[in-house]
């Protein structure tokens, strides 16, 4: 009689169980506009040439996901920058504190370790830009990183450099393309 007991009171628990699971909370209306890069991405682009580059094509690979907390987006990229393999971890994510969305990148492979990528990123419509500096002959040269969602399947990509903040040139060029 007794193991009918716990039996039963088991199979209760068990029945009780999923309810006492939290549901996954939904995202706030800032993340929401991260989720449009959910799912694995393939890029096509090209660097053009310069006085100090002789330009090339590159692929990215992009895998993308929420982080278990629901608050980060995960992207794990495969870079092949014209032969050149570049493995990294991207983070981006809204912050409440300072109400501004950032981008976090991190170096597995292709640059070092010690030199993560951070910078602000700004959402407006379907433009996403991730801001940047980058070292060049002793001076910093501002650099932009802008995407523009054509659609929930479809997204250009710039990177573009400026030596007044004003005036961008594009140096890379490409797409993005969702897979099944």
């Known amino acids: 009689m007794k193991r009918v007991i716990f039996l039963l009171i ?3 628990m068990l029945a009780i169980s999923p309810a006492l699971v939290a549901a996954p909370q939904p995202l706030s209306p800032e993340l929401q506009k991260l989720d449009i890069s959910i799912g694995r991405w393939i890029y096509h682009g ?3 040439p310069s006085a100090t580059n002789k330009g090339g094509s590159w692929t990215w690979n992009a895998d993308c996901r ?3 907390n629901m608050v980060f987006l995960e ?3 495969t870079n092949d920058w014209a032969g050149k393999i570049v ?5 981006d994510t809204y912050n409440g504190e300072d109400q501004t969305y ?3 990148e991190m170096f597995a492979t292709g640059a070092k370790g010690d030199k993560p990528f951070v910078s602000k990123m700004a959402i407006h419509g379907n433009t996403w830009i991730e801001y940047g500096q980058e070292a060049a002959r002793g001076k910093k040269i501002g650099e932009r990183i802008v995407y523009r969602w ?5 997204v250009s990509v710039a990177i573009e450099i400026s030596r007044d903040g004003v005036h961008w040139k594009t140096v890379d060029q490409g797409e993005g393309v969702k897979q099944p």
Do not use: D, E
């Open 10 to 12: 088991c199979i209760a």
């Open 46 to 48: 090209k660097t053009m």
């Open 66 to 68: 929420w982080s278990g």
């Open 75 to 77: 992207c794990s990229f």
């Open 87 to 91: 493995k990294s971890l991207v983070v």
């Open 102 to 104: 950032w981008h976090y």
């Open 150 to 154: 054509q659609s929930p399947t479809r």
